[in-house]
């Protein structure tokens, strides 16, 4: 998999799957450069990733649960699959093993909340789900190369 050097490279590369659908010729104008090569749905879902509806059911999941624990064998059971082939076809549809790809949600989540200036980063951090503002703090620093409060400070 090609790395992306922007964080909007990477956010397209998340929120899209590994192997994007394409709907029409402007989807593929709209690509970065370096990008996954583009597949009919028919494809996708032969080379062994999430069907669409198993796609839309577990991200929902995902975004509605973002600061819960998401034990693997509990997104296999949402889509009928085994833990290891959901973790399989999981990678192959997102990008992202799932585990990365909820840390990865809670990141995006977090960079919006901490557009909210009256919201503390202690409250953020519990919100999401991390146990202690260090960890909260040290996850989104691997994640962006700056702190909480020095990308809130970047907003203003």
Do not use: C
């Amino acid at each position: 998999m090609a790395e992306f050097g922007s964080d909007d490279q990477r956010l397209f590369l998340i929120l899209s799957s590994n192997h994007a659908v394409v709907n029409d010729a402007a989807t593929a104008d709209a690509r970065p450069p370096g990008a996954p090569p583009l597949l009919d749905a028919a494809t996708a879902f032969a080379r062994g990733g999430l069907s669409g509806w198993q796609r839309r059911k577990v991200a929902d999941y995902i975004e509605t649960h973002i600061g819960d624990d998401l034990p693997l064998a509990v997104l296999a059971k949402l889509v009928n699959l085994s833990p290891y082939h959901f973790a399989r076809a999981f990678k192959r549809s997102f990008g992202l093993p799932p585990h990365r790809y909820h840390m990865a949600r809670r990141i995006a989540r977090a960079k919006a909340m901490l557009g909210e200036p009256t919201r503390s980063i202690t409250d953020i951090a519990r919100q999401l789900g991390f146990a202690e503002t260090s960890s909260f703090s040290a996850a989104f620093r691997r994640a962006t190369g700056m702190s909480p409060s020095r990308y809130r400070r970047s907003l203003a």
